[in-house]
């Protein structure tokens, strides 16, 4: 029927009995007794697991004119009008089915499109604190791997600085073998000497010879991790609270990108090692397809570094004098527990200008991050030197004063702008953010 929900159920093959039990008093003793009785055998069941809505049928009472005698009632009995609410046939005029006289017949003007029950939560229309939070866990979509303890600290701004790491941490650097333990120990003298440090600054100050995955389980044992506001992505020490000592604004953590085409020319062919390699013909015409608009520049980064790397392996093949131990990073070795960055961090190891910018340390990837102790330009030195006026720390500034990471992102990249201009006029128009 069009007006009606039906309920819906799957048949199953069955091998049961109807039975139908009595229960006999006996009057003078009060004892029960429990009589089966098999009605018949049952061959097949039907399941109904969805939900049963209303029924509003069209049906109509007819009143009845027959008296109750005694105690004997009359069901009442019922018209269906379903007919006369469907047009059978097709036709253009709808007059005649307009003009009818029918019943009070007020069916819901949709059923349930759901067939089994589901959870709806009824937020406000406001969005609450509450409401967003619910919002970003329900669309955080199931991964394909068992997580991994990583026993390590991921601290916001506004969490409590941790004291120390947990025991899953220390148990997993004794399971790893006395050489851990010492790379452990190695890391720890590093921290002693500087509570803050950027992973590849880490990287670049460890034995070349260490093996990267203890690198990465042991820094946990070590220091926590800053997701969030002016020591981004830095490793600090366990106790050591920096949004407290105005002195960790040299260990400040600033985001610096290199923007312009003609900058990114200029800094891949910087390096001595990689020279030969990228001033072979066919690179030049790779360099060359980098002159168009610069808004087409970052749809094309990927696939530019692809075509670098692959004639950096067409040129090992040619016999072409290459350092292999100094290749082209895509991406920064900073993340906390990046587990596809194994061999990028362990060809990284001794490039001191992944963590410092200076005259002879350019940028070597299009996004980089620096500590502020280790940018070689005397007025980021100078504002260093500035004794703090404030009394709590800025989620953007930190301790420095407002707008102090904006203008030395701008000194950095007049600087790089002039180091490349001084380098090569004929780059002189080149910029950098």
């Not at 329900?138 to 991921?154: D, E, I, M, N, Q």
């Not at 921290?191 to 990287?203: S, V, Y």
């Not at 350019?362 to 996004?367: F, G, K």
């Not at 100078?382 to 989620?395: K, Q, S």
Request: hydrophobic share 35%.
């Amino acid at each position: 029927m069009v007006y009606s929900k039906p309920a819906c159920g799957d048949g199953h093959s069955s091998n049961s009995f109807v039975i139908r039990i009595q229960r006999l008093r006996n009057k003078v003793t009060g004892e029960l007794k429990l009589v089966p009785v098999i009605l018949g055998r049952v061959t097949r069941v039907y399941k109904f697991d969805a939900m049963a809505d209303f029924q509003f049928g069209p049906f109509e009472r007819i009143p009845t004119t027959d008296k109750s005698e005694g105690s004997k009632v009359i069901p009442p009995n019922y018209k269906i009008f379903y007919n006369d609410l469907i047009i059978k046939d097709p036709t253009t005029m709808i007059d005649s089915y307009l003009s009818r006289d029918m019943p009070l017949y007020l069916p819901p003007v949709l059923f349930s499109r759901q067939d089994t029950p589901s959870f709806y939560n009824f937020a406000p229309r406001y969005r609450t604190t509450e409401y967003i939070q619910l919002e970003e866990k329900s669309h955080k979509l199931p991964v394909s791997r068992k997580a991994r303890p990583t026993f390590g600290y991921l601290v916001n701004l506004d969490d409590v600085t941790p004291t120390s790491p947990r025991p899953g941490a220390i148990q997993r650097v004794i399971n790893l073998g006395l050489s851990a333990i010492q790379v452990k120990d190695e890391i720890q003298k590093l921290f002693d000497e500087r509570p803050i440090w950027m992973r590849p600054a880490l990287a670049y100050h460890m034995p070349a010879d260490t093996r990267f995955i203890y690198f990465t389980q042991i820094l946990p044992s070590v220091a926590y991790y800053m997701i969030r506001g002016p020591w981004s992505r830095a490793w600090v020490r366990y106790g050591y609270d920096p949004r407290k000592d105005p002195e960790a604004r040299r260990y400040q953590v600033i985001d610096f990108r290199v923007q312009a085409y003609m900058v990114v020319r200029k800094l891949l062919c910087h390096s001595s090692s990689r020279k030969r390699m990228l001033c072979t013909d066919a690179n030049k015409r790779v360099l060359a397809d980098c002159r168009k608009s610069y808004e087409s520049v970052h749809s094309r980064e990927d696939s530019f570094f692809d075509e670098l790397l692959n004639s950096s392996k067409k040129s090992q093949e040619d016999n072409i004098d290459y350092d292999g131990n100094d290749e082209l990073d895509q991406t920064i070795i900073d993340d906390a527990e990046d587990d596809d960055a194994d061999d990028r961090i362990q060809k990284s190891l001794g490039k001191v200008a992944d963590y410092r910018f200076g005259p002879n340390n350019w940028p070597t990837t299009h996004q980089v991050r620096y500590c502020l102790s280790d940018i070689e330009i005397p007025e980021v030195q100078a504002m260093l030197e500035e004794v703090p006026e404030r009394t709590e720390i800025d989620p953007v500034d930190g301790w420095l004063r407002p707008g102090g990471i904006k203008k030395i992102r701008d000194l950095l990249g007049q600087y790089l702008k002039k180091w490349i201009s001084e380098s090569d006029p004929t780059h002189a128009d080149s910029g950098a953010e």
